[in-house]
Nanobody, 128 residues
Framework: QVQLQESGGGLVQAGGSLRLSCAVS????????IGWFRQAPGKEREFVSV????????RYLDSVKGRFTISRDNAKSMVYLQMKSLSADDTASYYC?????????????????????WGQGTQVTVSS
């Protein structure tokens, strides 16, 4: 069984930055693709970013390109989402998810069903 735990959310002013962390336990992280999704109140959960096990394949939601950076440290079983130039539109609960097949980054990376394990989420609130 794989467990994912997000952290790093909080309240930030528009234009500010936050770094989200996803701690993976229960299995070796190094073979998993890890994605980030978010869900704003009243909206469906949407894909934000994904990184392959090697870090060689990365995808982003168009609206976060140039502002968000995904990275991973397999030795520490951690995945990060650095977010800058935040706006009220980025307010949401952010979830990390694991794809044991590592196919998501080159396939249906934006689909929730591409990921098998999910964390509980961390809230990001951007005040304008």
């Amino acid at each position: 069984q794989v467990q994912l735990q997000e952290s790093g959310g909080g309240l930030v002013q528009a234009g500010g930055s936050l770094r989200l962390s996803c701690a993976v336990s229960g299995r070796t992280l190094s073979t998993y693709a890890i994605g980030w999704f978010r869900q704003a109140p009243g909206k469906e959960r949407e894909f934000v970013s994904v990184i392959s096990w090697s870090g060689g394949s990365i995808r982003y939601l168009d609206s976060v390109k140039g502002r968000f950076t995904i990275s991973r440290d397999n030795a520490k079983s951690m995945v990060y989402l650095q977010m800058k130039s935040l706006s009220a539109d980025d307010t949401a609960s952010y979830y990390c998810a694991a794809d044991p097949t590592n196919r998501a980054p080159l396939g249906q990376f934006h689909r929730e069903w591409s990921y098998k394990y999910w964390g509980q989420g961390t809230q990001v609130t951007v005040s304008s």
